[in-house]
């Protein structure tokens, strides 16, 4: 089960905070109270070292007090920082071979498409929208998880997807033929074939397979407004929209931008030789 560390940084603030609340509004009340209470009763008849010592213990604040007080600011900025700014991502799987390979770390630009408040997704500041060819980090309409692909279809596109080839309002989508390569579908590989692909003029490179995968279902969709048709750039091993249908812009999470660190899978050591922008 994915950890969801937006609401669990929101739960830890909050609670953090609240601590700190009410040790400034009730708890150091009683103790002053009890530091007045001991200074009256004491006088003069302790030595004024055991006194400040006694002082000392009963203006110390509760351990849990104290762990709120240290941590609160601290996660504050780490919950700022991965809503409004800045969010890593590991990649899972190959669908966006081979932009994005698995184990890639990549970096998500969170303000890009406006700013949204975390956990419940509300905008509150519209800064951008998504343009086509760009790589995008979403939640889909079938499944409560961060999900990455390209942008495809705009608002309103009609989009055809038929023999491998991409169609947008009726119009095939350029690709030149780069090499041939190998695309792997779980423990196989398969004959495959390199091509770079131009969406709005944004250039990036795709994969197909020479395989014929049989029935491909439906092969047409109309975008509905408020709403991008995403697709994997690995696009015989990619469930995207064309298997769970276009993403409502209330669930979008933000831009993909970079890749600052691979790990392959396994007992493997990060390294940092795949450090690029993604286009």
Request: charged fraction near 25%.
């Amino acid at each position: 089960m994915d950890i969801d560390f937006a609401l669990v940084l929101v739960v830890l603030v909050g609670a953090c905070g609240l601590i700190w609340v009410l040790d400034s509004l009730l708890l150091k009340k009683v103790r002053n109270q009890r530091i007045a209470d001991f200074r009256q009763t004491a006088g003069n008849t302790r030595p004024e070292k055991a006194v400040e010592e006694e002082v000392a213990a009963l203006a110390r604040e509760p351990v849990l007090v104290e762990y709120a007080k240290s941590f609160f600011p601290v996660l504050l900025v780490v919950l700022v920082l991965r809503s409004f700014i800045i969010e890593p991502y590991q990649i899972p799987t190959g669908s966006m071979i081979p932009t994005l390979q698995v184990g890639d770390f990549i970096l998500v630009n969170k303000y890009h498409y406006g700013l949204r408040l975390p956990v419940i997704g509300t905008k509150i500041v519209d800064i951008g929208e998504p343009q086509r060819g760009e790589v995008m980090v979403f939640i889909p309409p079938h499944e409560n998880k961060y999900y990455i692909k390209r942008v495809v279809g705009m608002p309103g596109d009609r989009i055809r997807y038929e023999d491998k080839r991409l169609y947008i309002n009726g119009e095939e989508v350029e690709r030149d033929y780069l090499g041939a390569t190998r695309v792997e579908f779980g423990p196989e590989s398969v004959a495959g074939n390199l091509y770079q692909e131009d969406l709005g003029g944004v250039e990036h490179t795709i994969q197909l397979s020479d395989l014929r995968l049989g029935r491909q279902g439906r092969t047409s969709w109309i975008v509905p407004e408020g709403h991008y048709f995403m697709m994997g750039d690995n696009r015989d091993n990619s469930a995207d929209s064309r298997v769970w249908g276009p993403v409502s812009e209330t669930k979008i999470i933000g831009r993909a931008v970079a890749i600052w660190m691979h790990k392959d899978p396994g007992l493997n050591l990060p390294h940092f030789s795949r450090n690029q922008l993604i286009r």
